[in-house]
T-cell receptor, first 114, second 111 residues
């Protein structure tokens, strides 16, 4: 069964550094998303992406964050100048034809900021 | 802002019993509803989705939707220890561009 793949599975970074989290969505899916989950808290939406542009972003997704689809398969989340509170699990998801279709999640990247 | 509410639990049931998980939502206009299972330290895994009032069955899982009362529930029949996880209810935002998740209900199935 097709799946969303994310790399790396764990990223440890010094505060203030930039990180890039990578995702390969399911190949025939057109909508892509990033979510995060701070330990012990609920899954929070960051951003959705369709047709090479952001379709929605949450209050969390400030100027520190950016997304990109650099080629036909990868979807990346960049966090500039990381802060301690950016430590969380980051999940990439994708869905098929419309945005209200079921979203399928990758295994996540655990980001630890020291 | 849409809200999704779930009882955090833990909900404890013996093996073989029916587990009933409930979710209420604030936006009467919501059209689609999703249940995800999340094992500790893992990602959400889609297990059911429902769009219409009534019941939808898939194996041991049944999703029930009552739009008039604004709740959606998940029944797990013949519960197994492997069903022990946190179950997340999710509803699309108004534009359909994001999922809003509840905090999840932790289910513990004892053998």
């Amino acid at each position: 069964e097709p799946e969303v793949t994310q790399t790396p599975s764990h990223q440890v970074t010094q505060m203030g550094q930039e990180v890039i989290l990578r995702c390969v969505p399911i190949s025939n899916h057109l909508y892509f998303y990033w979510y995060r989950q701070i330990l012990g808290q609920k899954v929070e939406f960051l951003v959705s992406f369709y047709n090479n542009e952001i379709s929605e972003k949450s209050e969390i997704f400030d100027d520190q964050f950016s997304v990109e689809r650099p080629d036909g398969s990868n979807f990346t989340l960049k966090i500039r100048s990381t802060k301690l509170e950016d430590s969380a699990m980051y999940f990439c998801a994708s869905s098929e034809r419309t945005e209200s279709q079921p979203q399928h999640f990758g295994d996540g990247t655990r980001l630890s900021i020291l | 802002q849409k809200e999704v509410e779930q009882n955090s639990g833990p909900l404890s049931v013996p093996e073989g019993a029916i587990a009933s998980l409930n979710c209420t939502y604030s936006d009467r206009g919501s059209q689609s509803f999703f249940w995800y299972r999340q094992y500790s330290g893992k990602s959400p895994e889609l297990i059911m989705f429902i769009y219409s009032n009534g019941d939808k069955e898939d194996g041991r899982f049944t999703a029930q939707l009552n739009k008039a009362s604004q709740y959606v529930s998940l029944l797990i029949r013949d519960s197994q220890p492997s069903d022990s996880a946190t179950y997340l209810c999710a509803v699309p935002n108004q534009a359909g561009t994001a999922l809003i998740f509840g905090k999840g209900t932790t289910l513990s199935v004892s053998s």
